[in-house]
């Protein structure tokens, strides 16, 4: 590596010889379904997943110079294909929040160091953005999971019964398009059934996600409080979860 000084790339787990536990792909499906503006969207993805993918790496991954590591890079497009498919499900032109000044950004504002308007990024397959996701933007699938975990279809079809398992009450308040959706096993809608019809045979318990360092935090200047209120909330997805029953294929 050349910056910020030559030296041979370095990794360092959060955890040891391992890493804790990122964030499960059930709590990300949930977050895309529950923020309809860019601003609570952002903040729910940067708190969790992002920060925790680059600490649970370390080393450079925790620095400002986390993009000498490669896996920068895979981390990064995949955070940009969930926002894809976001844009997809109706917020196409949702842009909102403010920059690093406080002040409001639109569609119109100019993006620092590129010079063009935020609006040229919107759209995959346009312009200069000449590229696209597996799948494509919007893409249907009777798995809803594999929208949000493609490629494992067997794991997003084990995850995606298990969702529509849940009480009615559940997936009203964590997954709201599929509140009132029922699934094909004929599962009833009610609230009412049993609570072995959530588990299965295989699967285990949703784990507890790491938190932000302090470290991480002030590096990035965020609101401590939006912070905690974020992971508390991650916290609670997991105890009703898993107080729910529900056992996870990944």
């Not at 790339?9 to 890493?19: A, E, I, K």
């Not at 109706?90 to 920059?99: F, I, K, Y």
């Not at 996701?133 to 494992?152: C, E, H, I």
């Not at 997805?237 to 529900?246: H, P, R």
Request: aromatic content about 12%; glycine content about 10%; charged content about 20%.
């Amino acid at each position: 590596m050349g910056f910020p000084s030559r030296h041979c790339l370095v990794r360092s787990f959060d955890s040891g010889n391992q890493m804790q536990s990122w964030y499960s792909p059930e709590y990300i499906f949930s977050i895309m379904q529950r923020y309809n503006d860019m601003h609570q969207f952002r903040e729910h993805i940067e708190y969790s997943l992002h920060g925790s993918v680059h600490l649970g790496m370390g080393g450079d991954m925790s620095t400002y110079w986390s993009a000498n590591d490669f896996a920068f890079w895979l981390h990064h497009a995949n955070l940009d294909r969930l926002w894809d498919q976001w844009q997809s499900w109706g917020h196409g032109s949702t842009m909102d929040g403010r920059n690093q000044n406080g002040n409001a950004v639109t569609l119109g504002s100019s993006m620092p160091h590129y010079g063009e308007p935020v609006s040229s990024t919107m759209r995959l397959g346009s312009g200069r953005m000449c590229f696209q996701y597996a799948g494509g933007s919007g893409r249907r699938s009777k798995q809803a999971m594999s929208l949000v975990t493609q490629p494992l279809r067997d794991a997003a079809g084990e995850a995606d019964a298990g969702l529509h398992a849940l009480p009615e009450r559940m997936r009203k308040k964590w997954f709201p398009l599929l509140a009132g959706n029922a699934h094909a096993t004929g599962a009833p809608m009610n609230g009412t059934r049993s609570i072995q019809s959530v588990s299965r045979a295989s699967g285990k318990p949703l784990p507890y996600p790491g938190s932000l360092t302090d470290m991480w935090v002030t590096m990035h200047g965020f609101d401590r409080k939006a912070v905690e209120r974020v992971m508390a909330e991650a916290r609670q997805f997991v105890d009703e979860m898993n107080g729910a029953k529900y056992l996870s294929p990944y």
